[in-house]
Every structure is written in structure tokens, then in C-alpha cells.
């Protein structure tokens, strides 16, 4: 114990204090309170180990150490030397890709980490290596993509994106979604669009925009919504783009850029002229109040109400009256309604253009076109309901009748169906043709077991018995009572092991027992 004069207690002002280094503590003296303990000693201590050598008391602990649950490393030196090969990893991705150098510090710090939680064991260092620089280029919003990263290791980009998903959610980072204007410069310099490049990124950005007002950026690649805004901006500022070069450069498939197109087709944006465009403000026009899949399964669920609500003759008919005539009937397909004089039925293309239009729109289409019909050079003549074209001597197309047959039609469809069925099913000698010869063909190949069922169920179709084997065990109650240990040995050895029995020395048994 050491006493200290420059400390004084604070419960009764002496400075009567003593230090105790062994234990870490400040004590008064005068009225016992502890003043300081677990004292963290700066000083470097050494021991005696058993051989008679001085050794270091506690262990060196490196910067980046992990707590008590991480990898015990041999030395340092291990350590270092695992930091050290995922740094040059990332530098070597970082120069195929022009990354800048402070990504690759942040992408180093989160390797650093992932080696402290023991991500890198089982794991190929250049994957994660990989993941850290793309999660550092996601925080800071860096234009590259996951594909990019697995171009420079020649892996599928699924492998990569495993490792991206479990490295976030083991160190808990939080990595925001993907922006896909921050992609559009890239791909608009990679197209060669000339002098019209800042137009057209100025245009795409903003119409980017939109269909993020949309709900069109939710749940969808970068890459398609970046590829639909450059084909439309590039045709606003009179750039002939085609759809599959930019699908080429954006790395995405041709058929989806012409899906977003479609989608980006039914907002209030679209319906802007070119010249408005860059001037209207995106965000005072109405928008679309939910997601393009949600209206599509609304729609899906309307229509099959209208379905369901309707009779199948008015269908049918309906169906029929929407099929081209022979005799040159203005009723045919939507590319049909359009006269040769160019006259406008005012019909919305949506209707129009449906790949499977309901009961009510053609019916719709069909009322149009009668209110249409004198425009058409067709006269419809009072009290009737046929389309007589102006100076033709064209048989009347009368709709009564056929309305009136049709249930013969559709009997007579239902009778066509019943006859196609009837031809599919086969007859018992037919059926038990096919199973001989199937038995045939795969005797070789079934197993034993299937072959004797099979020769079973054919020998009772030809009315033969066929003999099971009979397995009959005696009771305990078909054995006497035993007099002694050995007679008892004996019958359950009879029972139960009874090929044993038979080569057992009995006299030995009973000398045993007795």
C-alpha cells in the first residue's frame, strides 16, 4: 500500500488515501470508502513462465480487432495478411471499372468489418471483395451495376448478388434502391447520340421522373425503365434509336423495354405533345393512383364479373358477330373499321387494339359503326337491321336469324365435342391391348416384384387359383408349461431362433440351467 498526498476523500475531506496496485483501488483511510477501483494500469508487466523465461502478461490486440466471438488468427500476421488480399482485390476490380479511390477507402473499411465477422470464411475473397465495393458504390449512388462486378469475375451475376444479400444482412448496413436516373448519363454517352447527348439526358431524367410518380419504378429494374426513357427521348429530339440497340447497351432484354414502353404508354405523360415535354410541370399532372400489376388484376376481376354476369348464347353470338364476313361486312376485326375514306369512328384505341375484347365492347364497336354507317357509304333501310352498301346488289346479312339458331349452332358444337371425346377414350379391348403390350415392352426392366403382381392379376383374370404361402407360428399357448430354466430356454429358442436351436448342444443348455 502506497499513500497518496495530492488526493483528497470526498465523503470526509482527509487525505489520509492509500493506493493498492494489486487490486486497483483508492481507499480512505480515515473513514473507509473506496474511492477508485479496477484501475486500468498502463505499465507494462512481465512474468515468469514455467521454463524460467519472463513473458509479456496480456496479448496484443490489433486496431480493427473483433470482440471474443471472432476468429482466433494464429498472429497478426494472418490477419494482415487477409485485410491486405481483399484490398488488393477490390483496387484490381476498382481499375477495370474506374472507381474512384475514396469508394475503394469505404469499400475497404466494410471488408474490414466483414473480416471481423468472419464473412470471408468458406467464402471466395474475390466475391467478397466484390460485394463490398458494389455496396460502397450503392450508398454513395455510384453509376455501376451488379452485372458489371460479376463481368470482371466472370461469374453469374446470381452468385454475386447471394453474397451481396447475406454480407448486408449480417453487418446490418442499410443501402438505399436503386435510383435509375443516375444510370441514365452512362447509358446515353455509351449509345454515341452526338450533340443532342444533354437534350436527351435532360428529357430522360425528367421523364424518369414521371414514371416514378407512376408507380412505375416500383419493383423493376434500372436497366428497362433507363432504356424505355432513352427510346422515347431520343424520338422526342428526333433521334431515329431503335429499341434493340439500347437493349444491347443498357443489358437488358428487348421484349421488357417494350413492356415498360406499353406501360409508360397509359400515363397523363404520355399524352404530352414533344414541345411540352421539357416545359410542363411533370408534377401537377394527374397521376396514376396505383401500380400498373394492381391494375391489371382489377381489370382481370372486372372483366371476369362481366364474363360471368352474361349468358353463353349472347356470348356466342357476340363472338360471332365480331368474326369478318364473307360478303365484305364492315364488322370484322378492329384494322377492318376504318373506311377507305379515312373516316374517324372516335373509338379509343385500347378497344380497338384488345387481345380479347368482352361482350360489352364489341357491342360498342358495333353501335358505332351502325351510327357511322351512312358516313361508311352504307344505307340502313327503316324497320330493319341490315347494312345495305350504297349502289351493290349484295345479299341481305340478316342478324335475326342467326340469333334464332343459335341454339342449333351450339348444340351442334356440343355434339362435334362429344364425338372428339368419345374417339380419345379407349375400349376395354383396347385398353386391354395397350396393358399387354406395355407388359410386354418393360418385363425387362421392371422390378421382380412388379412382374409377379403382374403375372398374379393375369392368372385370376384367367380364372385360375393362385396358391399364397401360408405362414403359421405356433402360440405361446401351443407349448406346455415349462418344469425348469432349461425346458424354458429351450421352447423359446424353439420359437424364436429355431434353425439356432437345432445346433445348439442341449446337454451343455441343461448343464448350465440346472
Not at 513462465?49 to 466471438?69: A, E, H
Not at 494472418?78 to 481483399?86: A, E
Not at 469499400?107 to 471483395?129: C, D, E, P, W
Not at 403359421?472 to 432349461?486: F, G, I, V
Request: charged residues 25%; positive net charge.
Amino acid at each position: 500500500m502506497q499513500k497518496t498526498v495530492d488526493t483528497c476523500c470526498k465523503y470526509c475531506g482527509s487525505d489520509q488515501i492509500e493506493s493498492c496496485k494489486q487490486q486497483g483501488e483508492l481507499v480512505c483511510r480515515n473513514c473507509g470508502a473506496v474511492l477508485q477501483e479496477n484501475n486500468v494500469l498502463e505499465a507494462v508487466q512481465y512474468a515468469e513462465n514455467p521454463t524460467g523465461n519472463s513473458t509479456l502478461i496480456g496479448r496484443f490486440v490489433p486496431t480493427g480487432g473483433g470482440g471474443m466471438g471472432s476468429l482466433k488468427y494464429s498472429s497478426s500476421q494472418t490477419l494482415d495478411q487477409l485485410v491486405k488480399r481483399g484490398e488488393q482485390n477490390i483496387q484490381r476490380t476498382a481499375c477495370h471499372l474506374n472507381i474512384s479511390n475514396e469508394l475503394v477507402t469505404k469499400a475497404t473499411r466494410i471488408y474490414s468489418l466483414a473480416v471481423q465477422r468472419n464473412f470471408t470464411m468458406g467464402r471466395n475473397n474475390k466475391h467478397v471483395a466484390c460485394c463490398c465495393l458494389y455496396t460502397a458504390c450503392r450508398r454513395f449512388k455510384a453509376p455501376y451495376l451488379l452485372i458489371d462486378f460479376a463481368d470482371v469475375l466472370q461469374v453469374p451475376v446470381k452468385i454475386i448478388g447471394q453474397v451481396f444479400m447475406k454480407l448486408v444482412r449480417m453487418l446490418h448496413l442499410e443501402v438505399p434502391n436503386v435510383d435509375p436516373s443516375i444510370f441514365f448519363e452512362r447509358f446515353a454517352n455509351e449509345l454515341q447520340l452526338k450533340d443532342k447527348v444533354d437534350q436527351i439526358i435532360t428529357t430522360g431524367v425528367r421523364l424518369i421522373q414521371a414514371m416514378r410518380r407512376d408507380w412505375l419504378c416500383t419493383g423493376r429494374r434500372p436497366t428497362g425503365l433507363c432504356g424505355a426513357a432513352l427510346v422515347v427521348a431520343a424520338r422526342i429530339h428526333g433521334v431515329p434509336l431503335n429499341a434493340e440497340a439500347v437493349a444491347s447497351v443498357v443489358r437488358i432484354s428487348h421484349p421488357t423495354i417494350m413492356k415498360r414502353l406499353s406501360e409508360f404508354r397509359g400515363t397523363s405523360t404520355a399524352r404530352l405533345l414533344t414541345s411540352e415535354v421539357d416545359t410542363v410541370d411533370i408534377d401537377k399532372l394527374p397521376a396514376n393512383p396505383y401500380p400498373p400489376c394492381m391494375v391489371t388484376k382489377m381489370l382481370a376481376i372486372e372483366k371476369g364479373r362481366r364474363l360471368g354476369s352474361e349468358t353463353g348464347s349472347t356470348c356466342s353470338d357476340n363472338a360471332r358477330s365480331s368474326e369478318p364476313s364473307g360478303d365484305g361486312s364492315p364488322l370484322g376485326s378492329p384494322k377492318q373499321l376504318v373506311a377507305p375514306g379515312q373516316i374517324d369512328l372516335k373509338l379509343p384505341n385500347e378497344l380497338l387494339c384488345s387481345d380479347a375484347p368482352t361482350a360489352s365492347d364489341i357491342n360498342r364497336i358495333a353501335a358505332t359503326i351502325m351510327d357511322a354507317a351512312p358516313q361508311l357509304g352504307w344505307v340502313v333501310p327503316k324497320g330493319s337491321t341490315e347494312l345495305v352498301p350504297v349502289q351493290s346488289d349484295s345479299k341481305d346479312t340478316s342478324i335475326a336469324p342467326v340469333q334464332s339458331n343459335a341454339d342449333g349452332i351450339l348444340s351442334s358444337d356440343d355434339e362435334e365435342d362429344e364425338r372428339e371425346f368419345s374417339r380419345m377414350i379407349l375400349t376395354p379391348e383396347e385398353k386391354e391391348a395397350k396393358t399387354l403390350l406395355w407388359d410386354e415392352v418393360t418385363k425387362d426392366i421392371m422390378p421382380e416384384v412388379w412382374r409377379r403382381q403382374a403375372e398374379r392379376k393375369r392368372k385370376e383374370a384367367l380364372g385360375k387359383t393362385v396358391k399364397k404361402r401360408k405362414y403359421c407360428r405356433k402360440s405361446y399357448a401351443d407349448y406346455p408349461e415349462a418344469q425348469n430354466a432349461a425346458q424354458s430356454a429351450r421352447m423359446a429358442l424353439e420359437r424364436h431362433a429355431k434353425n439356432f436351436s437345432n445346433r445348439m448342444n442341449q446337454e451343455f443348455l441343461d448343464s448350465i440351467l440346472a
